[in-house]
Nanobody, 120 residues
Framework: QVQLVESGGGLVQPGGSLRLSCAAS????????MNWYRQTPGKEREWVAT????????SYADSVKGRFTISRENAKNMLYLQMNRLEPEDTAVYYC?????????????WGQGTKVTVSS
């Protein structure tokens, strides 16, 4: 079955960096664009970034553009989010999501999330 497992969250000081990982299984990662979202208590889940199925294009929310980089290693079934120059406003639970894909097997699944806290 489809599984997405995030890791790499933690406590970091403002200005610091973290790299989140998402391990995918149960589907051919190379067939699907992948996404990162985040959510803080009391707010709706917010889209952060998307990467194309082969990693040749990416898009970002304005709030993270220039600081975050989404990437993937299809051969390892892994998705990443490199987060630099972190700000307290980046504190959230971060989720990876597979959505869309080929007509023969469209998917829409979320991971369980990994918590990022940016605080001094």
């Amino acid at each position: 079955q489809v599984q997405l497992v995030e890791s790499g969250g933690g406590l970091v000081q403002p200005g610091g960096s973290l790299r989140l990982s998402c391990a995918a299984s149960g589907f051919y990662l190379s067939n699907y664009p992948m996404n990162w979202y985040r959510q803080t208590p009391g707010k709706e889940r917010e889209w952060v970034a998307t990467i194309s199925s082969h990693g040749d294009s990416a898009s970002y929310a304005d709030s993270v553009k220039g600081r975050f980089t989404i990437s993937r290693e299809n051969a390892k079934n892994m998705l990443y989010l490199q987060m630099n120059r972190l700000e307290p406003e980046d504190t959230a639970v971060y989720y990876c999501r597979v959505a869309g894909g080929p007509v023969s097997r469209p998917l829409d699944f979320w991971g369980q999330g990994t918590k990022v806290t940016v605080s001094s």
